[in-house]
């Protein structure tokens, strides 16, 4: 069975801190992974992606894949009250007719 | 990112009546299409995978008589919920990507939701 984890929370982080996400995946051939943050009530959309190992950086966001260890995480620089949400991370096979495996979500709360 | 528009975002409808929810790629072909079900304050459930084309794969224990997909183009797949009872209220998504790009899957887009109230 192939799996995503992640530690459900919820994780409080202050106003302007760093919030830290992470994830462990089972399935050592996944080539792509992604986060996801979904609002409550509101469908998940795409954050970042990342293929290669290290960092990715997009604004706010830095993505960290590890497959040695098969772990990827997220980084939210300057934490707003606005990314207080649920972050899924996922990952797909490197196979054409693969599906996206969710991890169940860490749901984050920015306090003021 | 890619839009995906999914449709209705939600529907109240009789008990015992069938429901399709349509999903479309806006500006992408979506080889692929994913359907999920989240109950409130639970993770995504993947009910189904299809391709364009071809027949849907079903997650286990969701039944394929009760939830038919149909993928007839690139840009459309639909779910019915046939026979509809309380226990499907759900909200119901949609994702779609498109196919391989440099040898690896490219990312998933999701439609906005269609929350289903059976009563």
Same mark, same amino acid.
């Given at each position: 069975?192939?799996?995503?984890?992640?530690?459900?929370?919820?994780?409080?982080?202050?106003?302007?801190?760093?919030?830290?996400?992470?994830?462990?995946?089972?399935?050592?051939?996944?080539?792509?992974?992604?986060?996801?943050?979904?609002?409550?009530?509101?469908?998940?959309?795409?954050?970042?992606?990342?293929?290669?190992?290290?960092?990715?950086?997009?604004?706010?966001?830095?993505?960290?894949?590890?497959?040695?260890?098969?772990?990827?995480?997220?980084?939210?620089?300057?934490?707003?009250?606005?990314?207080?949400?649920?972050?899924?991370?996922?990952?797909?096979?490197?196979?054409?007719?693969?599906?996206?495996?969710?991890?169940?979500?860490?749901?984050?709360?920015?306090?003021? | 990112?890619?839009?995906?528009?999914?449709?209705?975002?939600?529907?109240?409808?009789?008990?015992?009546?069938?429901?399709?929810?349509?999903?479309?790629?806006?500006?992408?072909?979506?080889?692929?299409?994913?359907?999920?079900?989240? =109950?409130?304050?639970? /993770?995504?459930?993947?009910?189904? &995978?299809?391709?364009?084309?071809?027949? $849907?794969?079903?997650? %286990? !224990?969701?039944?394929?008589?009760?939830?038919?997909?149909?993928?007839?183009?690139?840009?459309?797949?639909?779910?019915?919920?046939?026979?509809?009872?309380?226990?499907?209220?759900? =909200?119901?998504?949609? /994702?779609?990507?498109?196919?391989? &790009?440099?040898?690896?899957?490219?990312? $998933?887009?999701?439609? %906005? !939701?269609?929350?289903?109230?059976?009563?």
């Amino acid at each position: 069975q192939k799996e995503v984890e992640q530690n459900s929370g919820p994780l409080s982080v202050p106003e302007g801190a760093i919030a830290s996400l992470n994830c462990t995946y089972s399935d050592r051939v996944s080539q792509s992974f992604f986060w996801y943050r979904q609002y409550s009530g509101k469908s998940p959309e795409l954050i970042m992606s990342i293929y290669s190992n290290g960092d990715k950086e997009d604004g706010r966001f830095t993505a960290q894949l590890n497959k040695a260890s098969q772990y990827v995480s997220l980084l939210i620089r300057d934490s707003q009250p606005s990314d207080s949400a649920t972050y899924l991370c996922a990952v797909n096979e490197y196979s054409s007719a693969s599906k996206i495996i969710f991890g169940s979500g860490t749901r984050l709360s920015i306090r003021p | 990112g890619a839009v995906v528009s999914q449709h209705p975002s939600w529907v109240i409808c009789k008990s015992g009546t069938s429901v399709k929810i349509e999903c479309r790629s806006l500006d992408f072909q979506a080889t692929t299409m994913f359907w999920y079900r989240q =109950f409130p304050k639970q /993770s995504l459930m993947l009910m189904a &995978t299809s391709n364009e084309g071809s027949k $849907a794969t079903y997650e %286990q !224990g969701v039944e394929k008589d009760k939830f038919l997909i149909n993928h007839a183009s690139l840009t459309l797949s639909t779910l019915t919920v046939t026979s509809a009872h309380p226990e499907d209220s759900s =909200f119901y998504i949609c /994702s779609a990507r498109d196919s391989w &790009t440099g040898g690896r899957n490219t990312e $998933a887009f999701f439609g %906005q !939701g269609t929350r289903l109230t059976v009563v």
